[in-house]
């Protein structure tokens, strides 16, 4: 197999044991139709080089990669969903198949450990009454959703692969029956918070620290000489979870299920189902149809990931002092904000100025966007204003708006910071009249044709546009 000297296997998880997770094989499907490969993505791991055969014969079929997981391995975790207790989770339609060492990016030392994880892969021992399966449908959005996540800067898993399997799905929230897929993503450990959960509510202390040293010894090697390992790991994933959930408020993200199995012990999102980006800024805005206590509505994201690090922090209390743990949680608003801060100068393409500056600037820009109401789409906004561009906003399709006297003071203050990297702006994308958005309306109609005419020509140019935006924004990448 022509796998390049960028692959690197390293299958850490199967020596975590048995109460971790479950050997289980991969569906045989009846077709295997490659519709989306992610060759930039395969690349860091050295797998680009594989023919299409090969990646269907390794992402359709699931024969194992050279020196890597065998059989693949679906997780044990528990969590709370929607706040409530459930006992009966764990990886029902995916498993872990491949670890391996990224390539280095440019500039940079990263030498992380990445997990290739699927989604509609079949049934496993934690699928409970469900089929398995994913629909297309939901692979072409979560494909979507992840490249423009990471175009936005947002610590993302990134869709790898997208095969169509040949089967017909019945489901209740969209017409069926409906067309089946299998994805793949590359991730930065599946490992979640509810698989400390697990193990706390078995009262196993021992498979705890087992735990807590496996993800400090991947995952977080800075801890390993820590006196109190359970409390550091905390400590550094309360940042990790400001950070992202900094990330997700500046891209005017809606994650819609922010349970505590859908959030992993590295602060990078990923398990897309009923997400959404924001029209307008709308802090009551939901993703879910089914949220209807808007819980995990957009302005509630950072109250949600708090509560989520503390019933970690709950779990971690059989192995670490109550108080310690407390401390730690206690660092996430000041973290929050200091990372909204950074997020939102990354959006606008500005130089910090000094704390007290910078978060004026942040306040300035959220009561521009409640002065613009829902005449103002979020994403133009930061295309407006890119690196300080006050000619370009004023003289673009929103400019009559900008001039108006409830946009002075975010001008006026805008005015007094330096634009970062302004080279950027040279960038052909920021010619256009519009930004690349990634609305629900807009989603619809990408699949209408590939639903209808199996034409693909639509969603594939959208993910070009995509990546036209994410050279174009130069924002932080992953890893980073």
């Known amino acids: ?49 594989l023919t299409d055969d090969e990646w269907i014969a390794h992402f359709g079929r699931f024969e194992p990669l050279p020196g890597n997981i065998d059989p693949p391995l679906a997780q044990r975790y528990h969590g709370h969903q929607f706040r409530t207790y ?6 029902g339609r995916g498993f872990t198949f491949a670890q391996m060492r990224e390539a280095p990016l440019p500039g940079k030392t990263t030498d992380r450990l990445l997990d290739l994880g699927t989604k509609g892969s079949g049934k496993t021992p934690w699928s409970r009454t469900a089929d398995g399966r994913l629909t297309l449908k939901g692979g072409v959005r979560e494909v979507l959703a992840t490249a423009m996540l990471e175009a936005l800067g947002v610590p993302t898993s990134r869709s790898f692969s997208l095969i169509e399997t040949g089967e017909d799905l019945k489901r209740g929230d ?19 918070f509810g698989s400390f959960q697990r193990h706390a509510f078995f009262e196993r202390p021992d498979r705890l620290t087992q735990l807590t040293d496996h993800v400090v010894e991947t995952y977080y090697p800075e801890l390993a000489g820590a006196n109190d390992r359970p409390v550091a790991l905390l400590q550094a994933m309360v940042g990790r ?28 999102s990923f398990d897309y189902g009923p997400y959404r980006f924001l029209p307008h800024n709308d802090p ?40 310690a743990l407390v401390d730690a949680l206690n660092g996430f608003s000041a973290a929050y904000r200091a ?22 600037l942040v306040q300035a820009a959220f009561r521009a966007f409640a002065e613009g109401g829902e005449r103002l789409r979020w994403e133009p906004f930061f295309f407006d204003w890119f690196c300080g561009g006050g000619d370009r906003a004023l003289s673009g399709p929103r400019g009559d708006l900008y001039a108006q006297q409830g946009f002075a003071e975010f001008r006026r203050m805008l005015a007094g910071f330096k634009p970062e990297r302004p080279e950027r702006l040279s960038h052909p994308y920021f010619a256009q009249p519009e930004p690349e958005e990634l609305l629900y309306d807009q989603i619809e109609a990408l699949w209408a044709p590939i639903a209808a005419d199996d034409d693909w020509s639509a969603f594939h140019a959208k993910l070009a546009g995509i990546e036209a935006a994410r050279r174009a924004w130069g924002l932080p990448a992953q890893g980073t």
């Open 1 to 49: 197999m022509p796998v390049s000297s960028a692959y690197r296997p390293d299958p850490q998880y199967p020596a975590l044991g048995p109460e971790f997770a479950d050997a289980v094989q991969a569906e045989v499907f009846p077709k295997t139709i490659l519709r989306f490969r992610n060759d930039r993505a395969a690349a860091s791991v050295g797998l680009d080089t």
């Open 86 to 91: 459930n006992p009966e989770l764990g990886d």
């Open 174 to 192: 969209e017409p069926s029956p409906t067309r089946s897929a299998v994805l793949v993503r590359l991730s930065w450990s599946h490992i979640r």
């Open 241 to 268: 979870a400001a950070r992202l959930t900094a990330r997700w408020m500046a891209a005017g993200f809606v994650h819609g299920v922010l349970n505590t199995d859908n959030m992993n012990l590295t602060g990078e």
């Open 284 to 323: 009551n805005f939901t993703a879910a149809y089914f949220d209807h206590a808007g819980l995990y509505a957009f302005g509630r994201q950072p109250e949600a990931v708090f509560w989520n690090l503390q019933q970690l922090a709950g779990a971690l209390s059989l192995v670490a002092e109550s108080d």
């Open 339 to 360: 990372e909204l801060t950074t997020a939102m100068l990354d959006r606008l393409g500005m130089q910090a100025l000094g704390t007290e500056a910078d978060a004026a």
